[in-house]
């Protein structure tokens, strides 16, 4: 059996759209508002997480960078964030020439600790990115207040949480901007491709420019961008995905409530959600103090359990940072993310709980 951490699901919608647009000749718009199916996307998007824009660019890595670009993040500013993350949340900062300043986490869910947050603010810090790792919500509430008091604005890092929501409300949507990816391992794809999502018009017409090397109308850059755009191809995969979505979610859900019934008894962390929390079960991840023989053993029986992440950003060779994060040190020694993708069975997920008890 070969059970891998997560897949792409496309099909034959996806297939014959994409055959459409090749014979059709219409690969990309350098418009202002994209071509047309960037903007059928954009409009799911907004639709689903309920904001009032959405801007459709070629990785979660570009939506970061867009959004530090769109606040006029340069050198000499700080910006806080985990460095429990996948790295491009750091490189995004790293780009612009601002520090990236670290944040621990807490233990329970992995986001960041809204009390270590607060501690390293300066006079420099001008913004904040919150990660909702694994699709686990941010402390929304903490990190409003911190925004508020010292008017630094943030910029979630959904990536991961694509369909997470607190109080009803989707991650991405509760500060300035939302950034997403598409990458093929997400809840949906489009091979590569992101968004953000934002509620402000003056924010929405800036990323817009940011894009598109800060065009308008063409040769006419009015502030620094790049060429983010997302390919019509992607964007026209991406607007099925969102089609499907909702289905992707249940099964994920589904797959969770299940596996955490059978593996409850164990001696393990099972994922923790907190009130007024529903999250995408992106990632399936428990903590275990034996998790190096664990995670081999299930690798071993064909389990693609896999650890996010195993190597925290700041001790990375390229940041090497003294940086002292003991959740963050933790966690990177104890985490194991389980497989729940939607082509996950009730066969599988009973065969992992199974192989998971006969380790323990
Ligand atoms: C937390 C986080 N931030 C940023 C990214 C960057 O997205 P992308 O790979 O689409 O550039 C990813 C995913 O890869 C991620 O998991």
Redesign the pocket.
């Known amino acids: 059996m070969k059970i891998a951490i997560n897949i792409p699901l496309v099909g034959k919608e996806e297939i014959s759209v994409v055959t459409s647009i090749l014979r059709d000749g219409a690969l990309t718009s350098a418009a202002n508002q994209g071509g047309k199916y960037v903007q059928k996307f954009e409009k799911s998007v907004s639709t689903f997480v309920k904001s009032k824009y959405a801007i459709a660019v070629n990785?979660?890595?570009?939506?970061?960078q867009a959004s530090l670009y769109a606040l006029d993040i340069k050198k000499g500013d700080e910006v806080l964030l985990p460095s429990f993350?996948?790295v491009?949340?750091a490189n995004a900062v790293v780009s612009t020439g601002a520090k990236p300043v670290f944040v621990d986490i807490l233990k329970e869910n992995y986001t960041i600790n809204p009390d270590d947050l607060q501690k390293k603010i300066t006079k420099k810090t001008r913004a904040i990115i919150p990660?909702h790792?694994y699709g686990n919500v941010a402390n929304i509430e903490r990190l409003s207040e911190i925004s508020k008091k010292n008017n630094i604005p943030i910029i979630e890092?959904s990536?991961?949480s694509l369909g997470s929501t607190y109080k009803g409300k989707h991650t991405g949507t509760f500060f300035e901007m939302g950034?997403y990816?598409?990458?093929p391992?997400?809840v949906m794809t489009s091979g590569?491709?992101?968004f953000i999502v934002t509620n402000n018009k003056k924010l929405r017409d800036k990323l817009l420019m940011i894009r598109n090397h800060g065009m308008v109308h063409g040769y006419d850059t009015k502030v620094f961008g790049l060429n983010l755009r997302l390919p019509e191809i992607s964007a026209a995969i991406a607007t099925i995905q969102m089609k499907k979505l909702p289905g992707f979610l249940k099964a994920r859900k589904n797959n969770a409530k299940l596996l955490s019934k059978l593996i409850s008894d164990l001696k393990i962390q099972l994922p923790q959600q907190r009130k007024n929390e529903n999250v995408n079960w992106y990632l399936y991840t428990i903590s275990t103090n034996k998790r190096d023989v664990i995670l081999k053993a299930l690798n071993k029986k064909g389990i693609g359990a896999a650890s996010y992440y195993p190597i925290p950003v700041h001790k990375t060779p390229f940041y090497k940072l003294k940086t002292k994060l003991p959740i963050t040190d933790w966690s990177a020694k104890h985490v194991i993310s389980l497989p729940i993708h939607p082509n996950v069975t009730k066969n599988n997920i009973e065969y992992i709980a199974k192989t998971m008890r006969d380790i323990l």
């Open positions: 990785s979660g890595t570009a939506a970061l993350t996948f491009a949340t990660v790792l890092d990536a991961q950034c990816s598409m990458y391992a997400k590569e491709g992101g």
